[in-house]
């Protein structure tokens, strides 16, 4: 009997021969096995798409040489999110982008450059194979964008009713460049807040998209990566002392962080601040304050006064921070609070966020 | 008017006064807002916790000297998992301790030290506070055991029913030793199999904590994080060729993994396969082998044949393989393929998982 005839061996044949491709149209809980259907959807969908030498080797790790990343700058900056926004596509973006952007944006914030990304997916039974698909490409898409790579991942499934959808995680790791230092705890009285644009534009798309207003507008999430635009701001003055990205919480949360993390008080000009017109209708309607909404896009730079009209400069030439303005001071007192001069020449406290305003913005 | 009796710096002073700490005794959707319910959730319980100076900065990405990390090895590794266990809790372990030792683990069989955590929580809205306490204090126990530190984090709310309790990511670095290469892709015929003990009882232990069973046993998960056993065999034998944690789909998927990667045959011999005996009772209840089942604290490891009675004596001087044994061995054909030799003399295919045995199991 030759080998070929061997009913054992024509098994191994078939089983040997078995195409990669997911033919499912939902995701079942064997996707989430560590078996055969859970191999064929990270071949197909995944390595498929996010296509590296470094993820296409399949081990549980990911290796990068150290001197690759030495060559870089001095330090390692580490950070991780998880996106739960709902729904999983709403107006100028969808989760897939905005776990790409988000990580990519908190390694940049730190002076780093953004490099590598893991991608950890838990799905809900019967999620449809096709949604999949458009997020590992708009993941994929967004992720040339930054010019990082996604080299190591995880896929988990649950039973239906146990997550709604899809959850992402992604870790990032960049190298900080050597000389700059980045902290809300050096924040100085005299300093500038400069922003990179209009505020509140995710928020609110979201909120519209979830179609709890009967409001059709055009407003879209501002969802972009911040990695170029943080080049640009460090190519002309390398000692700006605090940036951070305003997400969950909005700008008001991040600068009543800055206040407390330096103890310094921060003044902002309600007049100098931009705001969409609809952005503003949609919060005065449901009693929100768009300083507390979440922006994907945009950043607050806190610059030494005497650097402050550079780095605008720098900033408006950049396609990401066209709209840039100085949106307030530093001051030294009170400390640990920031306060809004309003249009009408008044004083208000902007409080840290008390409550949520919007559950599963990001 | 001095300061102390005008209404808004008495304000202030008030917001200034409040306690770090949560009172709450559920989980609400405040915790996720941004706000100052989850940055008091963050400082209460996760950096009080996890207690260690690169966290304690609370930037939104940890920062690590590249020197630190170049004068361990000359590689980084870097890894992710979600874990979504149900139950949380369960005989010998916990969804917070998993979470440390599998990410540990993944890093560990890369050959690397593992250094840095990350750690991600989504909580459903109501998710009991001191449960949420005891998983991180389980973490903080588990990465002190590991000589790991977590270093940043994340943490998202969802409504109640859109998450079922708690699921958990976190992503690893960890530094490889230079001279160590570990893959899946440079098995040779002639190497020996070796495992660090009996297999499958993380799996049984949650089958049996689900109550899915009226059975009462004293079967525990084998929870454990490997890089201290991966130290004692680098130490005798740098040059293992392959090396991985059998946990989702057990110590079958983990050599298939093998046999396909590096396009060679493994042959198991059943009899020297160390499975407790309520292990395999449970098996035969439900009809399932035992050899898919999870394991949260084994390894396979694939050594040179004449380095095997050396790497096997290493492990079983170590507290975490004492029950280390050859189960195997890799052969030229039929290649990409797991045989195993029954104790009856007979010979069987083990195949890559089809289906699922059992959803969450990690």
Redesign the interface.
Known sequence: MTNNQNP??Q??EK??RRPNKVKDTAI???H????????DLIDDIFVGSFDNPILS???????????Q??SQ????????????V?PLFFPGSNIGELAINGTVN??A??G?KPL?L?????MEEGLPVETLRQVVLSMKTAADAAGVKI????T????R????KL?I?T?G?G??REGVSI???QIQPGDAVIINGQLGNHGAAILIARGELALSTDIKSDCQPLNGLVDAILEVCPQIHAM??A????VA?VLN?FAQ?SDVGIRLDEASIPIREEVNGVCEILGLDPL?L?NEGKLVVIVPRSHAESVLSAMKSHPAGEDSCIVGEVIDS?A??VLLQTAFGA?R?V???????L??IC
Request: with cysteine.
């Open positions: 054992l061996f098994k191994i089983i040997r079942t809980l064997a989430g096995s560590g078996g055969k259907a859970m191999r080797q399949l081990e549980d790790q990911a290796t990068i040489p150290l001197a990343l030495i700058g001095d330090r390692l900056a580490f950070t991780t999110d998880s996106y739960v709902d908190d390694l914030v730190s780093a590598y893991t991608c950890s997916m838990i080299v190591t991942g995880d988990k499934v649950v039973h009713g146990s997550a709604d959850f995680n870790a790791i190298v900080i902290s809300a705890h951070r990205d997400t969950r919480g909005g949360t962080e993390s507390y979440a009170p640990g609070v004083e406290i409080d840290m966020l008390v409550g949520d305003q559950p599963r």
